[in-house]
């Protein structure tokens, strides 16, 4: 039989809009040095193409 | 992963995923706007949180290591027997292992979409395990076929982390069969499925 887990107590929270923008603009900022707006700016620019950094690449697959 | 309705699939995607992290550390999890809900749009799947005490990064017991998972998904429709009518499927995942001191030790990335020129699941190894004049880099990207978390996990338990329960590796077998039941792809999306992921 195996262990009952206390998974049950876990929270999930479902994030505001304004809640998953914050984090994301964090990592941008915490990983890479700039604003989300910059980097949404360049990546849709093709600043990145090819670029291996996975840094960018956290933040880049945050985006939606 | 099935389900009835939209949050019935998120939830039977989850739950496995839940239990699995539960394993080594207590999970915070918070997800995208509408992500139990909306169909077709990609979601953010954050299983050690959002907060921006430490990064979201949870420490692994007995280590000096720290442990971040993310996963992006969509709930789509599948009138296909047994697959639907709703079901989850996987967008990408961003698994992260570091140092107390914030040092990479290993990323385990699939990012199908983007500017990437490497659309398949690899490895990362961290700058911290690597000599300066390593042949290896922090940006080579390592090919590692699809890695689902309940393997990650294993590798922490590898790597030191104490195990939360004795039977772990029953728990973690338990979590890992209905994904490897329901996925459709294991080495390479585009050439496996014969179809590419929309950017």
């Known amino acids: ?64 | 992963m099935p389900g009835d309705n939209p949050h019935a699939a998120f939830s039977a995607f989850l739950t496995p995923l839940k239990d699995a992290l539960n394993c080594v550390v207590h999970p915070r999890i918070a997800f995208s706007p509408g992500g139990d809900t909306v169909l077709n749009r990609k979601h953010n799947l954050y299983l050690t949180g959002h907060l921006r005490v430490n990064d979201a990064f949870l420490r692994l017991r007995g280590t000096s290591l720290e442990f971040r998972a993310r996963m992006f998904y969509m709930i789509i429709t599948d009138d296909r027997d047994d697959y639907g009518p709703y079901r989850v499927t996987t967008r990408g995942y961003d698994y992260s292992v570091r140092q107390t001191d914030g040092a990479a030790v290993i990323d385990y990335h699939w990012h199908p979409v983007g500017l990437s020129h490497e659309k398949r699941p690899h490895l990362h190894l961290g700058s911290s395990q690597l000599r300066p004049d390593a042949v290896l880099s922090n940006k080579q990207h390592l090919s590692s076929g699809r890695i689902t978390l309940e393997s990650v996990v294993r590798d922490l338990i590898g790597l030191g982390s104490v195990p939360r329960y004795p039977d772990y590796g029953d728990l973690l077998d338990l979590c890992e069969a209905p994904h490897i039941l329901y996925r459709s792809w294991t080495f390479d999306y585009e050439r496996e499925t014969g179809q590419k992921i929309a950017e």
């Open chain 1, 1 to 64: 039989m195996l262990t009952t887990s206390d998974a049950h107590d876990i929270d999930v929270v479902e994030l505001t809009a304004h809640e998953e923008q914050v984090y994301i603009e964090q990592e941008s900022r915490r990983l890479l040095g700039m604003s989300l707006e910059e980097f949404r700016g360049r990546w849709e620019a093709g600043d990145f193409r090819d670029n291996d950094d996975p840094k960018v690449t956290q933040v880049a697959m945050l985006l939606s």
